[in-house]
């Protein structure tokens, strides 16, 4: 098999192609693209050499990029996007003296496919920040990903520059598969482990990646179950979670199957949640510590039956390299990435997401914010983030005068605790604009109500951009048309409308075999024009809620 090298290339970059005005060398591995052709075979994988990089670096970051597209040329069956809901993990395989390990660096799991839109002919991205495997990325080094559901683009991004602390090893705690419930409750899978931390770290992490499967028991377990997992030290408790995961609000939708309810780590068309513990409190460097991962007990129902797949890791680290060190992680508004679809477009309050990559506790950071060709508007912000801790800011809206010839929206972090930033490479990011629809001042919406007894599910809101509830109505009755006349002044607005259940208004359908009388019909919402033209219209399969931006009036 022949290896894909790689080539340097000068990007305006940083995370998820999120642009920084600040330019770092970045080398770019492109191992797959639409060209690849599609793995044979019932969920068969792609598989590829790649030569990552020897020596180069340091590396600021490393991001792995996964684009799907629906194409008529998949082989996992006759639709453009696979019709099932099916997980795969990027492995990593690492030679070691005398064999391979295995190293698990992401883990997906693929929508349901049937009627779906998934991007159009640019796909769907999802990027995972795999820097912590710096390590084992080097050299010629096979990689197996994705599967023949959809067409993969998979790119690599080497970000150049000082790292928040020196990536020293990582481990395979437990190594990544399949576990059966009642063999990791009875502790016959995953036991004690003694592990001997390097003596040259300051800092260890665990990073756990669980998802469950099966539908076993009277809960339907372990996709459709919630279950309390814990790690041990000595055998003293230092963590416990829950693998739960809430899918009404997923991006992609609607798919054609079960999306909208909650499932255990996953949804379809999402990442496997990823669970990180900082360890370094409870240890010191050195030491030989005895580790174990405990999940609750089984009920006599079936449920143990059910099953997992697992990946459990600990990465070992240097001392924080900066003191002082404030990175903007994203834009989440407003932007025009895939994954905040559901919150976008808007030009209501600018939402963003800092990280404190300083050794010193962050306290405050001044953000300047607004139309990148305009005066910026300034906000100080307060509080207390440690050491690697995120935070979701919400910023006063900003002048979007000039908006319709400038979309290029810029957020700069500086001063970190009134003190000079350490690291200027990860203060600034840039996001594309989308434009809101615009309305009239005045308008109707249309609201037709689903039937069996759901209709009592829903409610809606309209609100101006201060969060102030201008209109809203609860309590509808079943299989009933509402019209609503709304009156607005020139401003932008946000409708809610929300299901309680989570699974929209839409038929159950996947009653049809087992219970064809609880099938039901679909609702529908829509805006129109005082005339009745259609402004907007909305699927009926939205999940848990729609969010919906739009701007009355000219543009400023």
């Not at 990536?167 to 592990?195: F, M």
Request: net charge positive.
């Amino acid at each position: 098999m022949k290896p894909v090298s790689f080539i340097i290339i000068f990007l305006i970059t940083s995370l998820a192609f999120s642009r920084s005005t600040i330019a770092q060398d970045t080398l770019l591995l492109h191992p797959i693209n639409w060209e690849t052709p599609s793995p044979e075979g019932w969920n068969a994988q792609y598989s590829k050499e790649i030569n990552f990089p020897k020596k180069k670096g340091p590396w600021a970051k490393i991001l792995m990029i996964h684009t799907l597209k629906c194409d008529s040329s998949t082989k996992g069956d006759k639709y453009p996007c696979g019709e099932w809901d099916y997980i795969w993990n990027t492995l990593l395989e690492v030679p070691t003296k005398d064999s391979i390990e295995v190293f698990s660096i992401g883990s997906f799991v693929t929508p349901y496919g049937k009627g779906l839109f998934l991007g159009g002919q640019k796909g769907w991205e999802w990027t995972y920040d795999i820097s912590d495997y710096a390590p084992i990325l080097k050299g010629r080094r096979k990689i197996i990903v994705g599967n023949n559901q959809e067409l993969l683009d998979l790119k690599f991004l080497f970000i150049k520059g000082i790292p928040t602390r020196d990536i020293l090893r990582v481990d395979n705690l437990y190594p990544h598969g399949k576990y059966k419930y009642s063999d990791l409750s009875e502790n016959l899978v995953l036991k004690e482990k003694s592990v001997k931390l390097v003596p040259e770290a300051s800092g260890y992490k665990l990073k756990s990646v669980i998802s469950g499967h099966g539908h076993k028991g009277t809960r339907n377990c372990c996709e459709w179950d919630s279950k309390t997992h814990t790690y041990l030290l000595s055998g003293w408790e230092i963590f416990r979670w829950n693998v739960w995961k809430d899918c009404g609000k997923n991006s992609i939708y609607p798919q054609g199957g079960t999306w909208p309810f909650d499932r255990a780590g996953w949804c379809p068309g999402t990442k496997v949640d990823e669970y990180e513990f900082e360890l370094t409190p409870y240890v010191k460097s050195g030491d030989l510590i005895h580790i174990d991962y405990a999940i609750e007990p089984y009920s006599d129902n079936g449920e143990k039956e059910g099953f997992f797949y697992m990946t459990h890791q600990i990465f070992s680290y240097g001392k924080p390299n900066f003191k002082n060190d404030v990175e903007i992680i994203d834009i989440v508004s407003p932007t025009d990435k895939q994954k905040f679809s559901r919150l976008n477009p808007s030009l209501m309050n600018p939402k963003i997401v800092i990280k404190n990559n300083g050794q010193y506790d962050l306290k405050s950071v001044d953000i300047f914010y607004g139309l990148k060709s305009r005066k910026k508007s300034i906000f100080k912000w307060n509080g207390n983030l440690e050491f690697l801790e995120e935070k979701i800011i919400t910023l006063p809206t900003p002048r979007w005068n000039g908006i319709k010839k400038s979309k290029d929206f810029v957020v700069t972090l500086k001063s970190p605790n009134n003190t000079k930033d350490e690291n200027l490479y990860n203060n600034t990011l840039l996001s594309i604009i989308p434009i809101p629809d615009l309305f009239p001042k005045n308008f109707l919406l249309r609201y037709f109500t689903n039937n069996m007894n759901r209709a009592r599910e829903n409610s809606f809101t309209i609100s101006n951009m201060n969060g102030n509830v201008l209109y809203s109505e609860e309590k509808f009755s079943d299989s009933t048309e509402y019209i609503f006349t709304m009156k607005l002044k020139n401003g932008d607005y946000q409708f809610v409308l929300k299901d309680k259940m989570e699974d929209g208004i839409s038929k159950h359908w996947w009653n049809r075999t087992s219970s064809p009388e609880k099938i039901g019909i679909n609702g529908a919402v829509q805006f129109l024009s005082i005339s009745g033209d259609t402004l907007k219209n909305f699927s009926p399969d939205f999940g848990q809620e729609i969010r919906y931006n739009f701007h009355v009036g000219p543009l400023p």
